[in-house]
């Protein structure tokens, strides 16, 4: 039974050590100034700590196939959530608004 | 015969054995787990797009924010995992006085994070930070924001209370959660055969953890700390 499999305590250590050694360093390293960078650097470590919280803290690492399947198509909605939400607003303003049918102004295609 | 009672009262009558009704109630999580991460991955895509209009703003703002506390509150959270995960391995093996004292040990740091963020939420409404009629910061803040930028700085604080805020829901309802669990694992209701409420609690709970992982560097830290 692969949720029942029991971690050893030494592992939940050394993975709370890390969540609390990356927490200390995404709070250092956004004192430094590193321009996009420090962006890129938060969420590669916020990341990093999600993965120990699923892998270890959530069993992932032993669960099923099936939960697998599950949370990787979270995933992939959640990226096509915030992916295609980003694509419309950031690309509104390539076509021009159309005038209204009411307007005598003589329509212009760029 | 109460022991007989117990072992069928433990086992829905629609399952073969514990091991299928613990995959089961493992993948029911789960599952509800993802409706969150779309619950919340809203509010992100919102804030994300926000943030991509109204940047110089947003990283005005967010230094408004006390890193101090919210670096302490994510420190203290990440033990409250560790304690939850410890917790569900005390089950998982059968130790009792372990389960509750794991489990008192993550209500307390729960009771914790909440009571700190409560303090920064009142300094917030002492240092009039909060978005409505009153909202006037004061300070640094001032000289990095544009003179449009007040109305934006405000949009910031709009989605800093709506995404704390709702995690603290989550937060207080994980707290309840944990209560009925320390209460039935006094009356020594779970066993290592039978912890699957724990183990779900404990999913419950970590992912709420994630999801301050998340929201402590996108409020608190990104651009303007420096």
Request: glycine share 6%; charged share 10%.
């Amino acid at each position: 039974m692969a949720s029942s499999h029991i971690v050893p305590v030494k592992t939940y250590l050394f993975v709370f050590a890390s969540l609390l050694f990356l927490a200390a360093l995404t709070t250092a390293v956004a004192f430094v100034d590193l321009g996009p960078l420090n962006t890129v650097i938060a969420l590669t470590i916020a990341f990093a700590k999600m993965m120990l919280v699923v892998l270890i803290f959530m069993h992932l690492r032993h669960g099923s196939k099936l939960l697998h399947v599950v949370l990787i198509a979270g995933f992939f909605w959640l990226t096509l959530l915030i992916g295609l939400t980003l694509t419309d607003y950031h690309t509104r303003h390539w076509i021009p608004d159309p005038l209204p049918w009411s307007s005598s102004a003589p329509a212009t295609h760029p | 015969m109460s022991e007989v009672h117990t072992k069928t009262s433990i086992l829905a009558h629609q399952f073969e054995n514990l091991d299928q009704q613990l995959e089961t109630d493992t993948l029911g999580i789960w599952v509800f787990l993802v409706t969150e991460i779309m619950f919340f991955g809203g509010l992100f895509a919102c804030y994300t797009v926000y943030r991509s209009f109204y940047l110089p703003a947003f990283e005005a703002t967010s230094r408004v924010l006390n890193v101090r506390l919210g670096a302490l509150n994510t420190m203290v959270l990440l033990s409250s995992s560790f304690t939850m995960a410890m917790a569900v391995r005390s089950a998982q093996t059968a130790k009792r006085n372990a389960l509750m004292a794991f489990l008192a040990l993550t209500m307390v740091l729960g009771v914790v994070f909440l009571g700190v963020k409560a303090i920064e939420y009142h300094a917030e409404y002492m240092e009039h930070i909060i978005p409505g009629v009153d909202f006037a910061p004061q300070g640094e803040i001032l000289q990095h924001l544009s003179p449009g930028g007040l109305g934006h700085a405000q949009i910031f604080m709009c989605f800093y209370f709506l995404m704390t805020g709702v995690h603290a829901i989550h937060m207080i309802i994980g707290l309840g959660l944990l209560l009925t669990l320390l209460l039935r694992a006094r009356r020594g209701t779970f066993t290592s055969q039978y912890f699957a409420p724990v183990e779900v609690t404990g999913l419950y709970w970590h992912f709420v953890d994630i999801v301050w992982i998340f929201l402590f560097p996108l409020l608190y830290l990104i651009g303007g700390r420096y």
